[in-house]
C-alpha cells in the first residue's frame, strides 16, 4: 500500500489514535485524509477535511462512502468500551459493544469495499485489541466484539482479496488515551500505535502487534487456557 499519494478516511478521528492516524498520514504525503466523528467537527489537524459519521447509522455510514468517493484507504478506529460483563451487565449494554465494535466496523467496510475497488483496491485498516483473544471480568462484552471483529477481519480478507484489497488487523494492549483512562497499568502512547499501523501497512502486513502484551497475549493462545488465566492473574 502506497500512502504517499493516497486518499484516507479515518473513523474516530477526533482524539486519541484516531487523531494520531489523521496527523501521520497527511505527514506521509496522503493526499487527502478524511477525518469524522459523530459531530463532524472539524480537528485541529491542518489539511484534514471532516466529514459527520455515525458508524451504526446506515444512512450516515451511505453518505459518507458517497461523499468520499475517492478513497483508497480506510482506517476503522471507532470503537466503545462500557466495561460491562456478559453475564451480570446489561444486556443492552452488551449489544450496543457489539453494534458498534463488530456491526458498526462492517457497514463500513461493506460500503466503502466497492469504492476500494472503483479506485484500484488500496487497503482497510480494523483497529483492534488484544482483547480480541482474551477476556477479563469487566471486559466481556468489549473482548466479544473485538473478537468477532478479529474473526470478520480474517473473512474480509479473503473475500477482497479478488479486488485488491489489502486488510491489515491492528492489535494493541492499553493506550494512553481517555478511551483507558480508568487503567493504571503501562499504556502505549498513541503516536507509536499509528507509527506502528501506517509502517506495517507499508509492508503489506496482515497484522500489526503494536505492543509486546499484544504479542505475548496471541503468542499464549497454543497454551492451555487454565495456565493462560492463572499466570494471567497472578501476574
Do not use: C, H, I, Q
Given at each position: 500500500m502506497q500512502i504517499e499519494g493516497s486518499v484516507a478516511l479515518v473513523t474516530g478521528s477526533n482524539r486519541g489514535i484516531g487523531r494520531h492516524y489523521v496527523e501521520q498520514l497527511i505527514e506521509r504525503g496522503a493526499a487527502k485524509v478524511y477525518a469524522t466523528s459523530r459531530n463532524g467537527r472539524p480537528i485541529d489537524v491542518p489539511g484534514a477535511v471532516p466529514l459527520p459519521l455515525e458508524i451504526t447509522d446506515p444512512g450516515s455510514v451511505s453518505a459518507v462512502a458517497?461523499?468520499?468517493?475517492?478513497?483508497?484507504?480506510l482506517v476503522n478506529n471507532a470503537g466503545v468500551d462500557f466495561h460491562v460483563d456478559v453475564v451480570a451487565g446489561d444486556?443492552?449494554?452488551?449489544?450496543?459493544?457489539?453494534?458498534?465494535?463488530?456491526?458498526?466496523?462492517?457497514s463500513v467496510v461493506r460500503a466503502f469495499a466497492p469504492v476500494l475497488a472503483r479506485n484500484g483496491g488500496g487497503a482497510i485498516v480494523n483497529v483492534l485489541s488484544a482483547l480480541s483473544w482474551f477476556?477479563?471480568?469487566?471486559?466481556g462484552a468489549y473482548?466479544?466484539?473485538?473478537?468477532?471483529?478479529?474473526?470478520?477481519?480474517?473473512s474480509i480478507r479473503l473475500e477482497l482479496a479478488a479486488q485488491g484489497t489489502h486488510v491489515t488487523g491492528v492489535h494493541v494492549g492499553a493506550v494512553d488515551t481517555d478511551f483507558?483512562?480508568?487503567?493504571?497499568?503501562?499504556?502505549?502512547?498513541?503516536?507509536?500505535?499509528?507509527?506502528?499501523?501506517?509502517?506495517?501497512?507499508?509492508?503489506?502486513?496482515p497484522e500489526v502487534l503494536v505492543d509486546k502484551w499484544s504479542a505475548d497475549i496471541k503468542a499464549a493462545l497454543v497454551r492451555d487456557p487454565g495456565d493462560f488465566y492463572a499466570q494471567f492473574s497472578a501476574a
Open positions: 458517497e461523499a468520499a468517493a475517492d478513497v483508497t484507504l444486556l443492552a449494554t452488551v449489544r450496543r459493544e457489539m453494534e458498534v465494535n463488530y456491526f458498526g466496523t462492517l477476556s477479563w471480568p469487566g471486559e473482548a466479544a466484539a473485538k473478537a468477532a471483529a478479529w474473526s470478520m477481519t480474517n483507558s483512562a480508568g487503567y493504571n497499568g503501562p499504556k502505549v502512547d498513541p503516536a507509536d500505535v499509528a507509527r506502528a499501523t501506517l509502517d506495517g501497512l507499508a509492508s503489506d502486513a
